[in-house]
């Protein structure tokens, strides 16, 4: 049993930045990938990047590519999304995954989900 907590959304102007963290809890936790999707008002909920166990592997989709890096502290049991140079397409519930496989993550076949995060960037 996994359990995920977002924070550290919150209101960006475009242009800003904000850093996102993911708390995983529970003693099965190790060796889970992990990933960011996000979902805006209306929209199906999307793919933004990816994380092995290791951090040998990441995976950006293609509109937050050099803008957002994904990083993870084992350590704390944390995964992070660093946000730069944010837009207002940008605006959405961040949700954390995890899962035991980095592909699974990526196909959106997480295990794990944690209850979102708003983010909202302004013009």
């Known amino acids: 049993q996994v359990q995920l907590v977002e924070s550290g959304g919150g209101l960006a102007q475009a242009g800003g930045s904000l850093r996102l963290s993911c708390a995983a809890s529970?003693?099965?936790?190790?060796?889970?990938?992990m990933g960011w999707f996000r979902q805006a008002p209306g929209k199906e909920r999307d793919f933004v990047a990816a994380?092995?166990?290791?951090?040998?592997?990441?995976a950006y989709a293609d509109s937050v590519r050099g803008r957002f890096t994904i990083s993870r502290d084992n350590a704390k049991n944390t995964m992070y999304l660093q946000m730069n140079s944010l837009k207002p397409e940008d605006t959405a519930v961040y949700y954390c995954?995890?899962?035991?496989?980095?592909?699974?993550?990526?196909?959106?076949?997480?295990?794990?989900w944690g209850q979102g995060t708003q983010v909202t960037v302004s013009s």
């Open positions: 529970g003693r099965s936790f190790s060796g889970y990938a």
């Open positions: 994380i092995s166990w290791s951090s040998i592997s990441t």
């Open positions: 995954a995890a899962d035991g496989n980095f592909q699974a993550i990526i196909a959106g076949h997480s295990h794990y």
